[in-house]
């Protein structure tokens, strides 16, 4: 199967790195405006040149809204697709299924995807008004998806009832406009999670872990899979740091750490100067470049997962690099691989002999890093991937 390659876009320029510095409720919002449409811009058409297929529009309880954000990518873009992350919960399944339908029409039909992120920061999901517990948000997202594909596929009414949603007729007139229809991503690491996802998913993403791990991941859920007669395909986030040479790219990896610590630091510092406010807001534990290790606060599986990993050591597999997780107590998509472009799209395709036919990729230093990724890296894993596949 041809390699699917993700990248990630944003309102405006910040990471680990650079930007704001904590991605939360408070201290971001002093940083300059949330939004930059000229950046967004840029940013889409980087990944458009380069090659990309398709770029993730993130989520997040105080942080743009992310259809508007997509639509905005696509009408600034020629062949680029979206995945817009999506928490179920907050939205009808009924209205989500039109609004997708409906941008799948407006945008020349196969652009939209969807990728369902059900939620592990308890504060996150409160502060948008959700109080279901994590086990029940799981079937809630299941159901959000079986929903969304009855009303793209029936020609006529029909009821709903469930244990989260009810409907009497339930329809919708628009339908999306390519025969495939609208893929389905998701993900979650919990027993919860694999049986929706194996039941429900078109693609199943996991977080940047060693091969042996992702291994035993993906045969785990092939396994529930197979009780639905269904195959699915997989998805792994990373965040490749390249440069000529392997000493130069771990050079590179060595600065992003002492970077991301510096920026901590100091957010610690702004963080205390507004103690009150910030912990209205949940506290220092989700912010998320200032998070510690303490897993107290979140019900991830994915999260602990990854900060167990990056307890015992920094470097897995020769080159998938975990100090950033480490240090950002494992905040989102936060391991790397480290080395030349030739070494990285080497490592990437060993995922890819896994059966990991989707990579979504993060540089640190977003716009620039897109930019050199199409030119140097995107073509080398696509080369590798089609020679593999006529060996096959």
């Keep these: 199967m041809p390699v699917e390659i993700i990248g990630m876009v944003g309102t405006r320029d910040a990471s680990e790195i650079k930007g704001p510095l904590v991605d939360g409720p408070v201290v971001?919002?002093?940083?300059?405006?949330?939004?930059?449409?000229?950046?967004?811009?840029?940013?889409?058409?980087?990944?458009?040149?380069?090659?990309?297929?398709?770029?993730?529009?993130?989520?997040?309880a105080v942080a743009p809204e992310g259809w508007a954000v997509a639509a905005t990518v696509l009408h600034c873009t020629n062949h680029l697709k979206v995945m817009v992350a999506h928490r179920p919960g907050f939205v009808q399944p009924v209205l989500l299924a039109r609004m997708a339908a409906t941008l799948d029409h407006l945008t020349g039909g196969g652009r939209i995807g969807i990728h369902f992120i059900t939620g592990g920061d308890e504060a996150d999901q409160r502060r948008?008004?959700?109080?279901?517990?994590?086990?029940?948000?799981?079937?809630?997202?299941?159901?959000?998806?079986?929903?969304?594909?009855?009303?793209?596929?029936?020609?006529?009414?029909?009821?709903?009832?469930?244990?989260?949603?009810?409907?009497?007729?339930?329809?919708?007139?628009?339908?999306?406009?390519?025969?495939g229809g609208i893929p389905l991503y998701f993900a979650g690491a919990s027993a919860p999670a694999i049986e929706v996802?194996?039941?429900?998913?078109?693609?199943?993403?996991f977080w940047g872990e060693p091969r042996a791990a992702v291994k035993a991941r993906k045969d785990a859920i092939d396994q529930v899979a197979a009780k639905y007669g269904r195959t699915l395909r997989y998805s792994i986030s990373l965040r490749p740091i390249i440069a000529d040479t392997e000493a130069e790219a771990w050079e590179k990896a060595e600065w992003i750490a002492e970077k991301t610590e510096e920026r901590i630091e100091l957010a610690k510092e702004r963080m205390a100067g507004h103690k009150?406010?910030?912990?209205?807001?949940?506290?220092?534990?989700?912010?998320?470049?200032?998070?510690?290790?303490?897993?107290?606060?979140?019900?991830?599986?994915?999260?602990?997962?990854?900060?167990?990993?990056?307890?015992?050591?920094?470097?897995?597999?020769?080159?998938?690099?975990?100090?950033?997780?480490?240090?950002?107590?494992?905040?989102?998509?936060?391991?790397?691989?480290?080395?030349?472009?030739?070494?990285?799209?080497?490592?990437m395709l060993r995922y890819y002999d896994l059966g990991i036919t989707t990579l979504l990729l993060?540089?640190?230093?977003?716009l620039v890093d897109a930019i050199d990724f199409g030119e140097r890296l995107l073509p080398l894993v696509r080369e590798g991937a089609a020679r593999r596949d006529a060996s096959a």
């Excluded at 799981?138 to 709903?160: C, H, K, N, Q």
């Design 362 to 366: 993060k540089g640190f230093d977003p």
């Design 197 to 205: 996802g194996a039941a429900q998913a078109d693609i199943y993403a």
């Design 28 to 60: 971001d919002w002093m940083d300059g405006p949330v939004i930059d449409p000229d950046y967004l811009v840029d940013i889409s058409r980087a990944h458009d040149d380069g090659g990309f297929d398709r770029v993730l529009v993130g989520y997040g």
């Design 276 to 347: 009150a406010t910030y912990q209205g807001l949940g506290g220092e534990r989700n912010a998320t470049y200032a998070v510690n290790r303490d897993t107290s606060g979140t019900t991830s599986v994915g999260r602990k997962r990854l900060i167990e990993m990056s307890a015992d050591q920094d470097v897995y597999d020769e080159r998938l690099w975990m100090k950033v997780a480490k240090l950002t107590g494992a905040a989102g998509n936060s391991t790397a691989l480290v080395g030349t472009c030739e070494q990285v799209a080497e490592a």
């Design 128 to 179: 948008e008004g959700d109080f279901v517990p994590h086990d029940a948000r799981y079937r809630r997202t299941g159901e959000v998806m079986a929903i969304a594909r009855r009303l793209w596929s029936e020609d006529a009414p029909f009821d709903f009832e469930g244990e989260f949603f009810r409907y009497e007729g339930a329809f919708s007139s628009v339908k999306p406009l390519t025969p």
